[in-house]
């Protein structure tokens, strides 16, 4: 491991992990910390060159951000996590998922994709035209070059195949917006390739966490109680 994420938590309790999207930081998570932390050990991490982690010098990739978080985990002695992931966040915590299942006791992808395509084409081209421009100067440009790592995360990750999730067998909830900037025949996609999963649509964009919190706490906390109940 190469660096140490920076990271907030609150209240006691099982953890549970969030993992914010691209270009973000873990205070995109404000309302749900103050929420769940009444019950929960919430853990908001800063991926890796977000917020206040270090770049380093490893590979700025979401397998690599999955490394990050398994390092994470074992440096904090945290066996396993409910773990909330949204938009990269969420393809970083399926990633984790997929290599690591015996560390998710419940996973929750808010706005997640499997792969570029996942996301409608008005809101993908002007990520993939900054992403050209950005590239073209990366050389000469330090701010470029950053722009260019944060875009093409988006550009040419995640990768990852519905047949991968059919071997998934962690209890899921597939969470978007019902305006959101994924695709609502890629999120059903997720939510009928996982064998454990249940779906759910809240009203809102992509953003529906930090913007219609209400409704996606009660969703994610009554996902949580049902299984815990069990």
Same mark, same amino acid.
């Given at each position: 491991?190469?660096? #140490? ?5 609150s +209240?006691?309790g099982? $953890?549970f992990i969030?993992?914010?999207?691209? +270009? ?23 991926? #890796? ?6 770049r380093?010098?490893a590979?700025?990739?979401i397998r690599?951000?999955? =490394?990050d978080?398994?390092d994470f985990?074992n440096?904090?002695?945290? !066996?396993?996590a ?12 399926l @990633?984790? %998922?997929?290599?690591?299942p !015996? ?8 706005g %997640? ?8 084409r008005?809101?993908?081209? $002007? ?5 050209r421009m950005a590239?073209?100067?990366? @050389?000469?440009? !330090? ?9 093409g995360?988006?550009?040419? =990750?995640?990768?990852?195949?519905p047949?991968?999730l059919? +071997?998934?067998?962690?209890r ?10 994924? #695709?609502?025949?890629?999120t #059903?996609l997720?939510y009928?390739s ?9 009203a809102?964009d992509?953003?529906? @966490?930090?913007?219609?919190? =209400?409704?996606?706490?009660? %969703?994610v906390?009554?996902f ?7």
């Amino acid at each position: 491991m190469d660096i #140490r994420l920076n990271y907030f938590e609150s +209240g006691i309790g099982e $953890p549970f992990i969030l993992l914010h999207g691209n +270009g973000e930081n873990y205070s995109y998570f404000k309302n749900q910390i103050a929420f769940f932390s009444k019950k929960y050990r919430v853990i908001a991490i800063d991926t #890796r060159g977000h917020g206040k982690s270090p770049r380093g010098k490893a590979p700025f990739t979401i397998r690599q951000f999955a =490394e990050d978080l398994h390092d994470f985990m074992n440096e904090h002695d945290i !066996e396993a996590a409910d773990i909330l992931g949204f938009s990269d966040g969420g393809n970083i915590a399926l @990633a984790f %998922a997929l290599k690591y299942p !015996e560390r998710v006791k419940h996973l929750i992808l808010n706005g %997640a994709n499997l792969y570029p395509l996942g996301v409608k084409r008005h809101v993908q081209i $002007p990520i993939e035209i900054g992403y050209r421009m950005a590239s073209l100067f990366a @050389a000469k440009s !330090e701010d470029a070059r950053k722009n260019a790592e944060m875009l093409g995360l988006m550009v040419n =990750e995640p990768m990852i195949t519905p047949r991968q999730l059919n +071997g998934l067998h962690v209890r899921t909830l597939v969470i978007a917006g019902t305006k959101d900037m994924i #695709r609502e025949n890629h999120t #059903r996609l997720i939510y009928d390739s996982l064998p454990d999963a249940e779906l759910a649509f809240i009203a809102g964009d992509h953003f529906i @966490a930090n913007k219609n919190s =209400e409704s996606f706490n009660f %969703a994610v906390a009554a996902f949580l109680s049902k299984e815990n109940a069990g």
